[in-house]
Structure formats: structure tokens, C-alpha cells
């Protein structure tokens, strides 16, 4: 069963390709990696490894170590634990993702998981141990096992890019700081043939230029600025996904934002990158309250308060609208003076700079965007449909997260598929080619369409959904569209908010049930005759959006009649 349409209401179109100046100056590597966080620079490790004489380049927006792995906090989710086996894995990841995911994809993940993250060890990443050596871990929502690695407490992700950066300097392996990725460029046959990078540097490379390359592996990350409020970096802006887009990638299950349920909530007027409080904080003993101190969660599921991410955010949330109040609790106050600075140094640290002490205060939470659960739509190798783009990490949409992506998983994603892309890129690299014109029309939009956009995207396309918001969303940004811009980073940064929030807006109308992260008011329940992707793509030599819905059966073991092993 397939339902395509052209735009679920009206035509939809998004630059083609952006406006930028001619490029000033054209450089050569066999390979260009774009993103520098777990997923980007195992990908440069690996290909190195497997293969010294391939020039790469690994090019990132801002600093190394800018962008979301540096914010990880709760851990690397693997069957290391005694007892566990990757098959419990593969069943926690099968029902938080709601039905949605890729078995095999799944598969891949908590099959390799294990060994990849003894590689990241050996590596030089130090993770947290108990004092007879073995190595410690927690729980966070949806696991039914310790299977959580950490590391400095709560400072995983910091650890284990010191670790990266590290191993990449030692390499020799060339990277560009403060370059962003504008375009692909295509060669005859709609494969790639080099990147446009605008860089703002010093010396031989700045302002705009071409890589001409043989492959790109996209690890660039999410799009967490589409949202007024994020645990995401301010570099989050949906480059990756938007520049694939561009480039004739398919951009699958973009529908499927997750949202943490405990984010410190600031206040009302508060916007950008907000404080996240990590589920291992639950996994430990916290629990959530309403303002009259009762423990709703106990109600809600099972697992209560270590319920998968969706499920908390979704009761969070009724808590919310149903008392008319802007946040929840969460009481951890009796893990006590001398637990916290030991095994939350980061938390507490933030929390005390917001006037809040989590040992002596309740702490206050409610849902924002946390994680792309969809991107670009790749096989098992990391490979999309344009010939010579791979995808890796939260950019990619390998299959593994489904409709809710299980807590800390997403570590782990950008570590496996990004050894199984080096395992096969150096065997396959295209030849090289020259770029061709691309005849279609550039444009831009404008730098100050991202404030209003992030209020519609919030307001329509936040947690809670329905078809007359989801239609109005898409009509005003449709709108917002078309700018007049001088090019520069701002501008092209706000075009790719855009086109992956337009992307994401039309999937989710298209979605018409209530599924993982994607919450529709008007179609409250899981309906098994819509499971499936919904993909989007541009329509060939155009700039109009084109979105694709089919069906697939449920991927969710508590639900089919048959486990799917
Ligand atoms: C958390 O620590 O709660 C976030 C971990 C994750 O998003 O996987």
C-alpha cells in the first residue's frame, strides 16, 4: 500500500540548491567527512585504517568537538553487562521504537554494538568502573538491563570526543574548522563529484571553495534549531539533512522528533539549547511529581518512571495541559549531598548556575526536542540512493531508531554504521569525475525567517500534532521561503531550517496516527494499517518536495503475534 502526493495540501518548494558566490579556490581528497563528532571521526579513523594511501579531509562547522557527542551525558548503550545479550537489546530498541525500526539495522547494532565500544576503549576512552574493575552501568528509560556505559559520571559524550580528537591528531588525519557545507557537487551521472564548503578562516582556505572528491560521508547531525527550544547545540541546523535533500537523497521518517522528557525548564521566555537532566538520573532512583507530589508515572506504564522517552514525554505533557501548569517535578533529592557531585558532577553543576539545587530542590523539567529519530534514508552499509553519499549518525535514518529512538543508542549508532561504512568505502570509491552545472535556480531565505519559524514549528509540529496545526504550519512556512539575502552562514543555515522543517511538516501530516515520538491528537492511537516510512525527496531537476508513504509491518515484538527473529 504506497500514498504519494506532491504536498499533502499545496506545492511545496525549497531551494534546489543555495545561493553562494563562485568558488575561490579548489582543493582534492579521495574522501571529505563532514561532522566531527562520535559518528565523523570514526569515519575518518576507520578509512584510514583501512586504507593510509585515501586522502581525507574531515570538515566541521564550527570547532572540533562543537557539536551534540560533546553533550552526551547518560552513556553508550551495549550487552556488556553479565547476563546481558545483544537479543534483549535488539528487544528494548524493537518496542521503543514503536514498530518502525529495521530489524536488520537493529540487528547490526546490538551484534556489533559490543566490540565497538571495547574499540572505543582501547582507543584511549575512559569509562567509568566500579572499584573491583568492572566496568559500570546504568539504566535509562526502555532498558530492562544495566546496559548503559558512562564515563566522568555524567560527561560521557566530552569523553569520548577528548578520546576521538585525540586519536585523529595522532593520525595526521586533515581537518577544517569553521567550514560549512553549502552543496554537493553533482558529476554526470547525479553522484558526487566534490563538496562547496564556505570557510571562515585564515590563509589558504577561506570563503567559498570546492573539494572535488571520489566520496562524502555525512555525520553533520540533527536539526534540534528547528525547535524554540533543544538539548541540541546551536550548530544542530539540519545542514546534513538538508544538503542530501538537495542532492536527490532521500530524507526518510523525518516525522519521528523525539523529545526528552526532562529538560530543565528556564521559564517561559527561555529559547536555544536548554539544560538537559539525563534519564540515568531516573535510572539511579529520581521520579517524577506533579505540584501536588504525586508520582504519576506509577500509573502510566510498567517501567514507570524508566518508561521508554516517548511514553514520559506524552504524560509529562497530558500533566501538563490537563493542570494548566508549564512543567513537572523531578525529585531527586534523596540521592543525597554526597551522590550527586560524584556521579553527576555536569547536572549539578548546571542546575546550581540556574538557582536550583537537585539535592536540597525539586528539580523543574518538561519536554524539548532532543533527537532526529529520521534523516537520511541509508542501507546497512551507510550508503544512500545518490551514488558516492554516505550517512552516518543522527544525519542518517539507518533504521535502527524507528518512531523513538531507545535511550543511548545514538552513540552507538554513529559508532557502528560509521566502522561498517569504512569497512566497504575504500572497496567501492567511485572514480573521479569532473561536476557538471547544475542548470537548476539558486536561492536563499532569509536570516530572520528562523525566529518565526521556530515559533511555528513549536506551536504546530512540537509534541502534540493535528491536521488543521500541521496544514497551517506548512502553509506559513511555505511562505517564509523565498529571501532576498546577501549568502552567509546565518542565511544558509535558516535555509536548511527551513527545508527540513517543510520536509518534516508535510511527513507528519501524512502520518495520520499516533506513533513513538509522533503524537497526533486526532488520530490518538496506533494504527497498525499505517505502519511504515514515510519518505520525502525533490522532485529530479526541480525544487518541489515530493513525499511517499508505504507500508511496512510492525517491527514491535510486544505487539505482532511473532517475534521477528
Ligand atoms: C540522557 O542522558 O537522558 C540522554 C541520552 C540519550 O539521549 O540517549
Known sequence: MTDTTQGPLRTVTVPARLSAPEPGWTTRADVVVIGSGIAGLTAALRIHAEDPSLTLQVVTKDALGAG??????????????PGDTPEEHEHDTLVAGAGACDVEAVRVLVNEGPDAVRELIALGTQFDHHPDGELSLTREGGHHRDRIAHAGGDA???????ALIAAVDKAGIEVIQHALAVDLLPAADGGVAGVTLHVMGEGQHDGVGAVLCRAVVLASGGLGQVFSQSTNPSVSTGDGMALALRAGARLRDLEFVQFHPTVMWLGPESQGQQPLISEAVRGEGAFLVDWDGHRFMTEEHELADLAPRDVVAKAITRRMIETGKPHMWLDARHLGAEFWPKRFPTILAVAREHG??????????????????GGVATDLWGRTNVPGLYATGEVACSGVHGANRLASNSLLEGLVFSRRIAAVLPGELRAWSDPVEDQRPPSVADADDRRPMQEIMTADVGVLRNDAGLRSALDALAV????????RTAVWETS?????????TGAALLRTETRGSHWR??????????????????EPGSDVLHWHWEHAPSTDPSTTQETPR
Not at 551534540?68 to 553487562?81: F, H, R
Not at 525539586?362 to 532526529?372: K, N, S
Not at 536548511?496 to 518534516?504: C, D, I
Open 521 to 538: 491528537e486526532d488520530h490518538p492511537d496506533r494504527d497498525e494499517s499505517r505502519a511504515g516510512h514515510v519518505d520525502v525527496w525533490l
Open 480 to 487: 517564509l521561503d523565498e529571501g532576498s539575502d546577501e549568502p
Open 496 to 504: 536548511n531550517l527551513l527545508a527540513v522543517s517543510l520536509a518534516m
Open 68 to 81: 551534540s557527542t560533546q553533550w552526551a551525558q547518560g552513556g553508550i548503550a551495549a550487552a556488556l553487562g
Open 156 to 162: 560521557t559524550g566530552a569523553e569520548i570526543q577528548r
Open 356 to 373: 536550583v539545587d537537585p539535592v536540597t530542590d525539586l528539580i523543574p523539567v518538561a519536554p524539548a526536542q532532543h533527537y532526529a529519530s
